[in-house]
Every structure is written in structure tokens, then in C-alpha cells.
């Protein structure tokens, strides 16, 4: 449960590139496959790389150039935005959302917000460490989706207790990106609900 850096030794089950929000490919003839890695691990074109230990998968975010896409290496190369790409596969959806996530996280979080010194991969943790001060820095909570519960033509709201009008919502949650996304909607469901 961890970032490391990003190794091509490491058995890790895929790779996803990244170019902003679009999942990078390569075009073969009708058909589209990853690109070669070692190619793009042997040229500047990388702003970030690191695996995600808790789904076995890494992240190579290009930087935000787009002449990168006039040389030999990224020939052939064509970008399919991440929302498109959710009709692709839904597991590697998932986790093509989640090591997007992480990498704007590190994106927006390189520098200790206490004294300034570049953070660092956790070797234990999915989270950047301080070397300085030894403070640990982890991934923010984001939103997720709505997710309603129906039952034949019925839906599951809830009354906020809170208020004291009659006002009944779907519930809704908060999505922290070092849970995997598929186990937070039956966690959230059946804490608040206490439902089986």
C-alpha cells in the first residue's frame, strides 16, 4: 500500500499513460495497444511515473507539450479522453481513474506546504513524505458519484436529521482515492444504513 518509483522490473498487472486527461495508445493498422514503454522511459517526454502497490498498476504522465506527439517515439499515438474510455473496460476504468487522481494529486502536491523541500514516495504508505521536516502528506478526499438504490419501482432516500423539513435526498459520500472505488459504494451503504 505504497507509491514507488517506477521500475520496469516491477510485476505489475498494467500501465496507463497520460497525456492531461486522455489514456495515451498506439494505432497498429485498425487496432490500438499501449505504447511501448521502454521507448518512452528512454526519452525526456515524462513529467511523472509511479506504481500504485494497492492495485499493482503504474502511471507515466507525459508533460504537457504537445511536439512531444512529432517525434519517432510517440508516432502513431492517439489520445482517447478518459470518459470515453469508461465504455472501454470498467475494471480498467477504475483504476485508470484512480492512478489519474493520484498523479494530479502529485502534481499539485510536489513541495511541502511547512518548509518548502520536495516530497518524496512513501516507501510504506500511499502518500509523499517530507525529508526535511518528516512530515507525511496524503491524498486528499475527493467527491464521487451519486449512487441511488432502487428496489423494483422504489428508491432509497434518507431525511437528513438535521433539518426540520420534510426533504428527503439520495445519499451520497466521499470518495478517498486510496480506496479502491468498487468497495466504497457497498462501504458507505452499509455503515450509513446498516443495511444487508
Known amino acids: 500500500m505504497s507509491f514507488l518509483p517506477f521500475s520496469i522490473d516491477y510485476n505489475i498487472n498494467d500501465t496507463f499513460i497520460f497525456f492531461g486527461n486522455n489514456l495515451i495508445f498506439k494505432r497498429n493498422n485498425e487496432h490500438i495497444s499501449k505504447p511501448i514503454i521502454k521507448e518512452l522511459l528512454d526519452s525526456s517526454f515524462i513529467f511523472d511515473s509511479f506504481i500504485d502497490t494497492n492495485i499493482n498498476s503504474a502511471g507515466i504522465i507525459l508533460k504537457h507539450d504537445d511536439s512531444i506527439f512529432q517525434t519517432d517515439i510517440l508516432s502513431n499515438i492517439i489520445q482517447i479522453p478518459l ?76 431525511k437528513h436529521r438535521a433539518r426540520n423539513q420534510d426533504i428527503y435526498t439520495c445519499l451520497a459520500g466521499l470518495w478517498n482515492v486510496v480506496k479502491i472505488l468498487k468497495n466504497v459504494q457497498k462501504e458507505k451503504y452499509v455503515k450509513k444504513l446498516a443495511l444487508k
Open 83 to 158: 470518459r470515453q474510455y469508461f465504455y472501454e473496460s470498467s475494471q480498467d476504468c477504475i483504476n485508470a481513474s484512480r492512478i489519474l487522481a493520484l498523479a494530479n494529486w502529485r502534481n499539485n502536491k510536489r513541495f511541502c506546504s511547512y518548509c518548502g523541500s520536495k516530497l518524496l514516495n512513501n516507501p510504506k504508505l500511499t502518500a509523499l513524505s517530507c525529508p526535511t521536516c518528516n512530515d507525511t502528506f496524503f491524498p486528499r478526499i475527493e467527491p464521487c458519484i451519486i449512487i441511488l438504490i432502487s428496489k423494483g419501482n422504489e428508491i432509497l432516500l434518507a
